[in-house]
């Protein structure tokens, strides 16, 4: 089945800082590649999303590039705040199509 | 609001109990998924239904079952709960398999 690591598990910048976090998978041939936000105790939430045939995507100060060849994508989050800090997963649709496998999380904590 | 409504919120029950989670998709999606959440832990993949039929399991436990209804609202049973069992359930909706989900706010099950 479908393996989906991201890196690093934990991550702490300055307010203003950038944020980088890396997602990498095995089997999917996905063209669909999600990033979830998800706050403390609340549900997760779609924030930014790639297809294929395209290599980045950028939505304000978040973006997320995709390198299929070598089976990673990764989600930018520029110009930090404290409100950007959360636990983010990405995901990829399972063998079948059907539903998607997370990630096991990235905690981001922006610093004031 | 995210569209996708889930009751009851909170709930707490005794182990050996018996409980019911209900979903209501987002109008106009036919899929249904639960995840289970731990404590700090990442989104676990429970089972899927598509327009009435189960569509794709996951690790869900025999003590667990699910069903989709023709109005398609799901319903999520967990039998025989155990202290374990305790986490954050949630529910997510989408047009169809492989494309992105909108989670409801989750029921939080607490066994005691």
């Known amino acids: 089945g479908e393996n989906v690591e991201q890196h690093p598990s934990t991550l702490s910048v300055q307010e203003g800082d950038s944020a980088v976090i890396k997602c990498t998978y095995s089997d999917s041939a996905s063209n669909y590649f999600p990033w979830y936000k998800q706050e403390l105790g609340k549900r997760p939430q779609l924030i930014i999303d790639i297809r294929s045939n395209v290599g980045e995507k950028k939505d304000q100060r978040i973006a997320v590039t995709l390198n299929k060849t070598a089976k990673h994508f990764s989600l930018h989050i520029t110009e930090t705040q404290p409100e950007d800090s959360a636990v983010y997963f990405c995901?990829?649709?399972?063998?079948?199509?059907?539903?998607?496998?997370f990630g096991p999380g990235t905690r981001l904590s922006v610093l004031p | 609001d995210s569209g996708v409504t889930q009751t009851p919120k909170h709930l707490i029950t005794a182990t050996g109990q018996r409980v019911t989670l209900r979903c209501s998709p987002r109008s106009g999606d036919l899929s249904v998924y639960w995840y289970q959440q731990s404590l700090d832990q990442g989104l676990q993949f429970l089972i899927q239904?598509?327009?009435?039929?189960?569509?794709a399991k996951g690790n869900i436990l025999e003590r667990f079952s699910a069903q989709q209804f023709p109005d398609l609202h799901s319903e999520l049973n967990l039998s025989s709960l155990e202290l374990g069992d305790s986490a954050l359930y949630f529910c997510?909706?989408?047009?169809?398999?492989?494309?992105?989900?909108?989670f409801g706010s989750g029921t939080r099950l607490t066994v005691v």
């Open positions: 995901a990829l649709p399972d063998n079948y199509g059907q539903n998607f496998v």
């Open positions: 239904y598509y327009n009435g039929e189960e569509r």
């Open positions: 997510a909706s989408s047009l169809r398999g492989g494309y992105g989900y909108t």
